[in-house]
């Protein structure tokens, strides 16, 4: 079980700040993260920190507006594709893949994003998939694990409910 506080951005730069404390897989662990999007709504940079009771770690990721991502400075091929990343901790990333496509009822989008995966702390390439089953409904698939989960979205695209795994909870 973990707990997330975070906050969206949705006029001028579009940019998600957050905090997941709980467990990551099988480890303990605190995750700061910021994310923030170019006008396209495509992923334009990230800062995470993870620290566990042993460890503590960085990631500075940059995505030029040429495409190419670089990670603590060093340039990415593997992430040449990618236009999103998903911080394998949260749902709220989720959001920005499904802010940026715009899916119309029924329609199904694949693209790669920029994974990074818990506890390992290890920055991947993966598929995905989204299709919009309904108004507010997204069907999210791992091409790669075959996992899936739907997700309920509200009016602006913000993740409300992540399969039984995750729901939000607001003070409204």
């Known amino acids: 079980m973990s707990l997330e506080y975070c906050t969206f951005q949705l006029t001028g730069e579009t940019k998600v700040c957050g905090q997941v404390i ?24 990230v800062a995470v ?15 030029e507006t040429n495409g190419i991502w670089k990670v603590r400075g060093e340039q990415r091929a593997d992430l040449a594709n990618c236009l999103d990343v998903d ?7 989720n959001a920005m893949a499904i802010r940026r ?10 693209l790669t994003v920029a994974w990074l995966r818990f506890p390992e702390f290890k920055l991947t390439a993966m598929r995905q998939r989204y299709t919009r089953i309904g108004d507010n409904t997204y069907l999210y698939e ?17 993740v409300q409910t992540y399969g039984s795994e995750w729901e939000i909870v607001t003070d409204s």
């Open 87 to 93: 911080i394998g901790v949260t749902p709220s990333t």
């Open 22 to 45: 709980g467990d990551m897989s099988g480890t303990l662990g605190r995750v700061n993260y910021e994310v923030r999007c170019a006008q396209d709504g495509s992923t334009q940079g």
């Open 142 to 158: 791992s091409l790669e694990s075959g996992y899936k989960a739907e997700l309920t979205v509200d009016d602006d695209g913000i």
């Open 49 to 63: 920190q993870f620290s566990t009771l042993r460890t503590e770690s960085e990631l500075e990721l940059q995505r």
């Open 101 to 110: 496509l715009r899916l119309q009822l029924g329609e199904s989008r694949a």
